[in-house]
């Protein structure tokens, strides 16, 4: 075969694959799927809040706490403080901000949820305060945990516990007032490194696990994993992936909570983000099904990105997905969060300066 003949096959070979991989990546980023917008029921604008990027749910006390941060003032001046938000679903009324005794900078993210039989209920709060040769963004800043004790309208710092492996950190969920799971978004360290690991979607992220001292990687293999969340009898821990598009399962040893059997997963075909348990045990997650319009809209509000919330059900075998709720972009553009609270679902949004309380009609 002639040397030219050969270069044209090998250039053909190259130009296919960069095709194929071009095509299935427009394909998983939701690039070709139509958007058909639904939800049984009616939602409200709650304002007075910016950045809602997670939400968890105290059924006993009757309030949603959430995580808000202004990432675009962030990105911007390097300087917006987050807080932690408490609202009645259904109220309608301002969130209330709850004050603090954390010293350092407030860059809210994942939040979990401990309810204490012996005390004080606790939050866990994934923060990332700045790096001092670092930029003002997520991809730049230090990930730790911070642990709270819920006071009546105020949060009291009880630790500030961080990974001395420099773990990049997105969500958090405690099995104990004192350890818990988070999920590890990214395993690059460079930012070109972190961006090529998204887009490529290289599987290089993981799930952590914490305690007093210090936060370590119990898991990895997993791409973009976010959200994280327990069964009510703590026997699985579930793990979202955002790029990955897959939703697992992962059996706990009884005895020994960092160790972890994956027991099923899923395909969930949208950029699942993070999760949030019902009472009846299924899995609502806010989710992307147009990822490739997000990275759009985290640099200009004007492109809005899709929104979603799917419920799975899982029966210790596997799981079954449905959608719930799907707009195009308005009113909540880039869905992070969905959590439900009887008939209704509160639903947060990354960037948005509000939230969605929507009510469910069946």
């Given at each position: 075969?002639?040397?030219?003949?050969?270069?044209?096959?090998?250039?053909?070979?190259?130009?296919?694959?960069?095709?194929?991989?071009?095509?299935?990546?427009?394909?998983?980023?939701?690039?070709?799927?139509?958007?058909?917008?639904?939800?049984?029921?009616?939602?409200?604008?709650?304002?007075?809040?910016?950045?809602?990027?997670?939400?968890?749910?105290?059924?006993?006390?009757?309030?949603?706490?959430?995580?808000?941060?202004?990432?675009?003032?962030?990105?911007?001046?390097?300087?917006?403080?987050?807080?932690?938000?408490?609202?009645?679903?259904?109220?309608?009324?301002?969130?209330?901000?709850?004050?603090?005794?954390?010293e350092g900078e407030l860059?809210?993210?994942?939040?979990?949820?401990?309810?204490?039989?012996?005390?004080?209920?606790?939050?866990?709060?994934?923060?990332?305060?700045?790096?001092?040769?670092?930029?003002?963004?997520?991809?730049?800043?230090?990930?730790?945990?911070?642990?709270?004790?819920?006071?009546?309208?105020?949060?009291?710092?009880?630790?500030?516990?961080?990974?001395?492996?420099?773990?990049?950190?997105?969500?958090?969920?405690?099995?104990?007032?004192?350890?818990?799971?988070?999920?590890?978004?990214?395993?690059?360290?460079?930012?070109?490194?972190?961006?090529?690991?998204?887009?490529?979607?290289?599987?290089?992220?993981?799930?952590?696990?914490?305690?007093?001292?210090?936060?370590?990687?119990?898991?990895?293999?997993?791409?973009?994993?976010?959200?994280?969340?327990?069964?009510?009898?703590?026997?699985?821990?579930?793990?979202?992936?955002?790029?990955?598009?897959?939703?697992?399962?992962?059996?706990?040893d009884a005895s020994d909570?960092?160790?972890?059997?994956?027991?099923?997963?899923?395909?969930?075909?949208?950029?699942?983000?993070?999760?949030?348990?019902?009472?009846?045990?299924?899995?609502?997650?806010?989710?992307?099904?147009?990822?490739?319009?997000?990275?759009?809209?985290?640099?200009?509000?004007?492109?809005?990105?899709?929104?979603?919330?799917?419920?799975?059900?899982?029966?210790?075998?596997?799981?079954?997905?449905?959608?719930?709720?799907?707009?195009?972009?308005?009113?909540?553009?880039?869905?992070?969060?969905?959590?439900?609270?009887?008939?209704?679902?509160?639903?947060?949004?990354?960037?948005?300066?509000?939230?969605?309380?929507?009510?469910?009609?069946?």
């Amino acid at each position: 075969m002639r040397r030219r003949s050969k270069i044209l096959i090998g250039a053909g070979v190259v130009v296919a694959g960069v095709s194929i991989f071009v095509l299935d990546l427009l394909r998983d980023g939701g690039m070709f799927r139509e958007i058909e917008p639904h939800f049984a029921g009616s939602c409200e604008k709650i304002g007075g809040v910016v950045g809602v990027e997670d939400i968890t749910y105290d059924a006993e006390g009757g309030f949603a706490y959430l995580s808000s941060h202004d990432r675009r003032a962030w990105r911007q001046t390097g300087s917006a403080e987050g807080g932690i938000y408490r609202y009645r679903a259904g109220s309608h009324a301002s969130p209330l901000v709850l004050s603090h005794d954390y010293e350092g900078e407030l860059h809210p993210h994942g939040i979990g949820l401990w309810k204490n039989p012996e005390g004080a209920d606790r939050l866990f709060v994934v923060n990332h305060p700045n790096r001092a040769d670092g930029g003002a963004n997520m991809d730049d800043s230090a990930s730790e945990v911070l642990v709270f004790e819920i006071g009546e309208a105020s949060l009291h710092l009880v630790r500030t516990v961080r990974s001395e492996a420099d773990l990049s950190l997105n969500d958090v969920i405690p099995d104990s007032a004192d350890t818990f799971y988070a999920s590890i978004d990214k395993g690059a360290k460079s930012r070109f490194g972190r961006m090529a690991e998204t887009f490529v979607r290289l599987p290089l992220g993981g799930i952590a696990r914490g305690n007093e001292f210090n936060i370590w990687k119990i898991e990895g293999g997993l791409t973009y994993p976010n959200g994280v969340a327990l069964s009510a009898d703590g026997d699985y821990l579930f793990v979202a992936e955002t790029t990955g598009q897959h939703l697992f399962a992962y059996k706990r040893d009884a005895s020994d909570g960092s160790k972890l059997t994956r027991a099923a997963e899923t395909d969930t075909r949208t950029g699942a983000d993070n999760i949030e348990i019902a009472p009846d045990g299924s899995l609502w997650i806010g989710a992307h099904p147009v990822a490739l319009a997000f990275p759009g809209h985290a640099k200009d509000s004007a492109k809005r990105s899709p929104s979603q919330v799917i419920r799975a059900t899982f029966d210790g075998k596997g799981f079954d997905v449905e959608e719930i709720y799907l707009n195009d972009g308005d009113p909540l553009s880039g869905s992070s969060v969905a959590a439900p609270v009887g008939d209704h679902i509160l639903i947060g949004a990354v960037f948005d300066p509000f939230f969605l309380d929507c009510k469910r009609t069946e």
